[in-house]
């Protein structure tokens, strides 16, 4: 199959689900199957995860949204999986050159080998994963590799936001690709898990969350409520990747 045909499949799926398993929000995880990070092996036997680590944001200046937008914007990308019956879609973005990249793991539980495509920004070609390092469901992440180089990528910050920060959003709610959204940080739930202000929707599921200074804060995740008003959104912390990574 072609490669344009490939993209037109997905995204005519995308736009004909109605409801999406893998999607923002609680109750994502309900599609059955085998854990993906068990099934895909290294194609190469080398990982490099070395990734940055921003420094002490103190000495920095901060960004407005549109250059925090045209930074990573390309560092942004859709996510398409299919547990064989469905598609879904969600998002993800690199951390590092070498297309060393992150999700959230419901985006891609319960799918299956090679039928999941990575949709960058301003490129026609569905690419693969080929290498899961660490995934897991209770803090959903999922640290993965894609078969592309020289990526774009988004720094990673040293320290946590504070409550009322602002941070901006990049993914794909609704297969709308690398929407762009700003908010706050409105309370800390647990350790790692923080409640947002920024708008996020089904298809945000994965995205990037992005702090004042340009530094990646967190992965956005979902709703605390299906169906509120009272935009409740929450993003799971970095911090989850940075035991599996290696800083410069």
Same mark, same amino acid.
């Given at each position: 199959?072609?490669?344009?045909?490939?993209?037109?499949?997905?995204?005519?799926?995308? !736009?004909? !689900?109605?409801? !999406?398993?893998?999607?923002? %929000?609680?109750?994502?995880?309900?599609?059955?199957?085998?854990?993906?990070?068990?099934?895909?092996?290294?194609?190469?036997? +080398?990982?490099?995860?070395? +990734?940055?680590?921003?420094?002490?944001?103190?000495?920095?200046?901060?960004?407005?949204?549109?250059? &925090?937008? @045209?930074?990573?914007?390309?560092?942004?990308?859709? +996510?398409?999986?299919? =547990?064989?019956?469905?598609?879904?879609?969600?998002?993800? $973005? $690199?951390?590092?050159?070498?297309?060393?990249?992150?999700?959230?793991?419901?985006?891609?539980? %319960? @799918? *299956?080998?090679?039928?999941?495509?990575?949709?960058? /920004?301003?490129?026609?070609?569905?690419?693969? &994963?080929?290498?899961?390092?660490?995934?897991?469901?209770?803090?959903?992440?999922?640290? $993965?590799?894609?078969? +592309?180089?020289?990526?774009?990528?988004?720094?990673?910050?040293?320290?946590?936001?504070? &409550? #009322?920060?602002? /941070?901006?959003?990049?993914?794909?709610?609704?297969?709308?690709?690398?929407?762009?959204?700003? %908010?706050?940080?409105?309370?800390?739930?647990?350790?790692?898990?923080?409640?947002?202000?920024?708008?996020? =929707?089904? #298809?945000?599921?994965?995205?990037?969350?992005?702090?004042?200074?340009?530094?990646? &804060?967190?992965?956005?995740? *979902?709703? $605390?409520? =299906?169906?509120?008003?009272?935009?409740?959104?929450?993003?799971?912390?970095?911090? /989850?990747?940075?035991?599996? /990574?290696?800083?410069?």
């Amino acid at each position: 199959m072609k490669t344009n045909n490939i993209l037109i499949f997905f995204f005519t799926i995308t !736009c004909l !689900c109605t409801s !999406c398993a893998h999607k923002s %929000g609680h109750g994502t995880n309900n599609a059955k199957g085998t854990q993906h990070s068990e099934q895909i092996i290294s194609t190469n036997g +080398v990982t490099n995860t070395t +990734v940055t680590i921003s420094s002490d944001n103190r000495n920095k200046n901060k960004i407005e949204g549109p250059e &925090v937008f @045209t930074l990573y914007n390309s560092a942004v990308f859709m +996510v398409f999986t299919s =547990d064989g019956h469905n598609m879904y879609q969600g998002s993800g $973005f $690199f951390i590092n050159k070498y297309g060393l990249a992150v999700s959230n793991y419901h985006v891609f539980k %319960g @799918t *299956g080998i090679g039928e999941e495509g990575i949709k960058l /920004v301003g490129d026609n070609k569905i690419y693969k &994963v080929t290498e899961v390092i660490k995934s897991s469901e209770e803090e959903d992440f999922i640290l $993965f590799r894609v078969n +592309v180089s020289n990526t774009n990528y988004i720094p990673i910050a040293q320290y946590k936001p504070n &409550v #009322g920060e602002k /941070v901006y959003a990049i993914g794909s709610p609704r297969g709308l690709e690398n929407t762009f959204s700003s %908010g706050e940080i409105s309370q800390w739930r647990d350790k790692n898990l923080m409640q947002i202000s920024a708008l996020i =929707d089904h #298809g945000s599921s994965g995205g990037a969350l992005i702090n004042e200074y340009g530094e990646l &804060v967190g992965i956005t995740s *979902g709703s $605390f409520a =299906d169906g509120s008003q009272a935009n409740l959104n929450y993003a799971w912390s970095i911090d /989850v990747i940075k035991p599996y /990574v290696k800083s410069k």
